[in-house]
């Protein structure tokens, strides 16, 4: 029986991100809009870009949520240690050396850890 491939994950941790990115909602809805495109996927509905988590300082930043006609597009950010957390994940395959070379420009990373899964 051959196994059937239901989709495919890029995910992305970044670190040492420029912090005048991860704190505005307008450039994270600017990331989301490129990427989209970039990718070649489309969005569905609005993009959610809530910012909670303020009762301690380790856990407060944006989360950004995006449905795509193929899946969806999740990140979270936090503003005290500079770091991205990112998945996009379809069941239409993308080119995900350009999604991440995009992601680690887009946010002026220092460094960032891939993973590419296949599900």
């Known amino acids: 029986?051959?196994?059937?491939?239901?989709?495919?994950?890029?995910v992305m941790d970044l670190e040492g991100c420029a912090k005048e990115v991860l704190t505005s909602r307008r450039?994270?809805?600017c990331y989301?809009?490129?990427?989209?495109?970039?990718?070649?996927?489309?969005?569905?509905?609005?993009?959610?870009i809530p910012y909670f988590g303020t009762k301690a300082s380790y856990t407060k930043g944006y989360s950004l949520i995006q449905l795509i006609?193929?899946?969806?597009?999740?990140?979270?950010?936090?503003?005290l240690w500079g770091k991205a957390y990112i998945?996009?994940?379809?069941?239409?395959?993308?080119d995900r050396a350009a999604a991440r070379k995009f992601t680690h420009q887009f946010f002026r990373?220092?460094?960032?850890?891939?993973r590419f899964l296949i599900r």
Do not use: P, W
């Open 69 to 79: 006609e193929t899946s969806s597009i999740t990140a979270h950010f936090s503003d």
């Open 32 to 48: 989301v809009d490129k990427l989209c495109k970039l990718i070649r996927m489309k969005q569905y509905g609005k993009t959610l």
């Open 1 to 10: 029986m051959k196994k059937k491939i239901y989709g495919y994950e890029l």
């Open 87 to 94: 998945n996009i994940f379809s069941c239409r395959k993308f």
């Open 27 to 29: 450039k994270l809805k």
């Open 109 to 114: 990373a220092r460094k960032v850890k891939n």
